[in-house]
């Protein structure tokens, strides 16, 4: 899919998401499927499953027969703007990520050991709560599967057997 293509269908999206008056949490809730990945599949970011778009429909009435073809067909972008660091919201995340990361990559290594987290089998998730102080609070949830590194034995190489 070109880019115009994309930014055409992730504006109509938008139109359709705006008139149904409801956010990404609601949306998300009414199809069983987290408000992160709901907001992929509306910017184009994730590709949308039959199960999913039935619900998706429900959900969001306006949603048009070529949207969702779209959507379930074309596979997604899954890429982002080079600008898109410079949004406050988007700098304090990455922020945070850089600041933390190496503690987090300590945990995970002392807990799980030598891997990483993937961020294919993966959830996430923004939620809002009260913190104890009583102020509104935001809770990413990053929830993704544990992948071991491997050993590097050139038997287990599928490229090199005979």
């Not at 990404?24 to 809730?29: E, H, L, N, R, V």
């Not at 184009?44 to 949207?67: E, F, N």
């Amino acid at each position: 899919m070109d880019q115009a293509k994309t930014i055409t269908a992730v504006n109509r999206l938008a139109a359709v998401k705006r008139s149904s008056g409801k956010s990404y949490s609601q949306i998300a809730s009414e199809t069983g499927l987290t408000n992160v990945y709901v907001a992929q599949l509306f910017k184009r970011q994730a590709q949308l499953s039959k199960d999913a778009a039935v619900k998706l429909r429900a959900a969001v009435p306006h949603l048009t027969d070529d949207l969702v073809e779209e959507m379930m067909l074309t596979p997604p972008l899954r890429g982002y703007s080079p600008t898109l660091i410079q949004d406050p919201a988007v700098y304090r995340l990455n922020e945070a990520v850089m600041h933390f990361g190496e503690s987090i990559k300590e945990i995970i290594n002392e807990d799980f050991g030598d891997g990483i987290m993937s961020a294919i089998d993966f959830y996430c998730s923004v939620d809002k709560m009260k913190g104890v102080d009583g102020k509104d609070r935001v809770v990413v949830t990053l929830d993704g599967k544990y992948l071991p590194f491997t050993e590097q034995k050139t038997e287990h190489m599928v490229s090199r057997r005979d």
